[in-house]
Structures are given as structure tokens and as C-alpha cells.
């Protein structure tokens, strides 16, 4: 009883308390954030790393809160992939992400893919198929154009259902990516079933590539298993020219990371990328 006592002190304890405090505050502002012109699209670009130009480029959400400054997605999506709002929110990521790299288009610069993250949540919405092909209308996009990253974890929740949607969206034409590959389950009897285009290398192996065997070890595994299903090999996270020339080296197709650029806003990207007439 005294144990128990205790750990209840302790869930009071004035540090949990003031996450909890900032959780809630979060979560009874995040409805309305979007009406309220809250949430901005920053994109990061990803280069192929034979040609060195850029290919695509991954839209990540901000949310910028008028009193708490700039909140990192990493804090609010899950609460939102709690509450349910991430159905929306991700939608209005996709339509923003879409209109985007439309306009980039009509502006004279070289299709490039918009690749955008899906939660478990929207992945699980019966319309997911028919809200993208509407969105994709709207803006005029080529479903070529689009890539979608979905990760293992949320795949693994109900493998058949997941991979009849994957395949409808293939179907589509999109570029379907699994993010932050070698963090989930090890499913590498799922992987050849999941008829998905792109690996992306998780960060956390890409940090530590050349000074930790282990995790060049675990990267070189991933290149070699992506070559022998026949999919494009991307790593994030890459900061040093040290990362980059190993990853090169071992036969990355692209990379992505503070090396090349921060996810910025829109305008930023456009001097990156190349006109028409240049190619
Ligand atoms: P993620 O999909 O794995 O996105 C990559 C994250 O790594 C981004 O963090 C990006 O800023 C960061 N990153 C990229 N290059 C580097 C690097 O060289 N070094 C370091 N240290 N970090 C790098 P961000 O933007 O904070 O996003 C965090 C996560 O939030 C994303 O991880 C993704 O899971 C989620 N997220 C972001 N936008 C969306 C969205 O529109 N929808 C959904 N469902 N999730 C999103
Ligand atoms: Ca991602
Ligand atoms: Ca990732
Ligand atoms: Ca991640």
C-alpha cells in the first residue's frame, strides 16, 4: 500500500504534471488550428545522390502557435492520432502538399515527387483511396507525382487489409515508401508482400553510420535487401559529407537531410529546383 502510495505522489509530481498541463492545452487548441491558419507545410528536399538533383521532396507539418511559437510535429501528431483530428489534418496536408507541387509545375520547374506522410488513422479510413484521387483532381496533379510514406508499424496492424489498400494505391500510379525502416517489427517475410517502391533508412542508423559497425552493418543489410527486391533505397537524416560519401558508396539511390537542406518553407525550395529549359 505504501509502494502504491508512492507512485501515485509521483504522478503528481509537479514535472508529469506540467506535461500533462501542456498535453491538454495542446489538445483543446488543436481543434480549430486549421481554421484558424495555424498549421504551415515546410518541405525538405530529397537528392539523388548520382546526379545530385533534388527528386522530390517530403512535406513535414509546423504548427504555429500564436503564444507557444513553432510546435514540432513530433509533439502534436500523436495527439491528434489520438483525438482522431490527424484525419483531417493529414487531408489538408495532402491538398497543401498537392496544390504545391502543382503550382512548382505550372511554374516552369521539373516535375518532382511530393512524397507525404500518412498516419495509421488516415491509412485506416475506408475513403482514403477516393479522397486521394479527389485530391489529386482538384490540383491537377499526376498521381506519379505523389509518393505516400507509411511505416511497418501501423502496416503490421492489420497485414491484409494493408495490403489491399497499398495495392489500390499503387494502382493509382502513387510512389508508396516505408518510413523509418529497421525501427518496427522485423517483418521481412511481410516486406516482398507489401508492394511498396521506396525504403527509407531510419535516421537513427544513418547518425551513427560511420563510427558504429553495428549500424553500418544494419544500413549495408537494408541496401543490400532493397537491391534484391528490386526498390529505390533513400536514408534520412544524413548531416556530414562523411555519411554521404559512405551511403554513396554502398549504393544509396537518394538522401535526405540537414546536409543537403532543413525542411523550409515553400519559397525556399523553388531556387532549388531546376527550369524547364536548363535540363
Ligand atoms: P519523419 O517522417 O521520420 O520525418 C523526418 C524527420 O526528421 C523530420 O522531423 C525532419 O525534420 C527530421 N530530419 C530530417 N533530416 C534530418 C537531419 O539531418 N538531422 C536530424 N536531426 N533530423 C532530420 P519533423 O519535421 O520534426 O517531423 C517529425 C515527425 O512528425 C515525422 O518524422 C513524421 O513522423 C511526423 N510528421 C510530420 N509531418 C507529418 C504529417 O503531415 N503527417 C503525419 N502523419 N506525420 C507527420
Ligand atoms: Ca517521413
Ligand atoms: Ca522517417
Ligand atoms: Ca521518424
Known amino acids: 500500500a505504501k509502494q502504491q502510495g508512492r507512485s501515485q505522489y509521483q504522478f503528481y509530481s509537479p514535472e508529469i504534471n506540467t506535461q500533462l498541463q501542456e ?3 495542446l489538445e483543446n487548441e488543436l481543434h480549430g488550428a486549421l481554421e484558424r491558419n495555424e498549421m504551415v507545410v515546410y ?6 545522390l548520382h546526379s545530385g538533383q533534388i527528386t522530390a521532396v517530403e512535406a513535414l507539418i509546423r504548427w504555429q502557435h500564436p503564444t507557444l511559437g513553432m510546435i514540432s510535429p513530433a509533439k502534436f501528431i500523436p495527439i491528434a492520432e489520438a483525438n482522431g483530428a490527424i484525419v483531417q489534418i493529414g487531408e489538408w496536408v495532402l491538398r497543401t502538399a498537392c496544390a504545391q507541387n ?3 509545375q505550372l511554374a516552369g520547374f521539373t516535375p518532382i515527387r511530393m512524397s507525404v506522410n500518412l498516419s495509421a488513422r488516415q491509412f485506416e479510413q475506408p475513403y482514403l483511396v477516393e479522397v486521394i484521387n479527389q485530391i ?3 490540383t491537377e496533379l499526376q498521381a506519379s507525382n505523389l509518393e505516400l510514406e507509411v511505416t511497418e508499424s501501423f502496416l503490421m496492424g492489420n497485414i491484409e487489409r494493408s495490403i489491399k489498400t497499398l495495392k ?4 493509382v500510379g502513387i510512389w508508396l515508401a516505408l518510413d523509418d525502416f529497421g525501427t518496427g517489427y522485423s517483418s521481412l517475410s511481410y516486406l516482398k508482400r507489401f508492394p511498396v517502391n521506396i525504403l527509407k533508412i531510419d535516421r537513427s542508423f544513418v547518425q551513427d553510420v560511420v563510427s558504429n559497425p553495428d549500424s553500418a552493418a544494419v544500413t549495408d543489410a537494408i541496401i543490400a535487401l532493397a537491391k534484391s527486391l528490386r526498390l529505390s533505397i533513400t536514408a534520412e537524416g544524413v548531416e556530414t559529407q562523411e555519411q554521404l560519401d559512405y551511403l554513396k558508396m554502398q549504393g544509396c539511390d537518394e538522401g ?6 532543413r525542411p523550409v518553407p515553400a519559397e525556399i525550395i523553388a531556387p532549388m529546383l531546376q527550369k524547364i529549359s536548363q535540363q
Open 23 to 25: 498535453r491538454l492545452t
Open 43 to 48: 518541405y525538405q528536399p530529397l537528392i539523388d
Open 102 to 104: 502543382r503550382a512548382w
Open 136 to 138: 489529386l483532381e482538384e
Open 168 to 171: 489500390q494505391l499503387r494502382e
Open 256 to 261: 535526405q537531410g540537414y546536409y543537403f537542406s
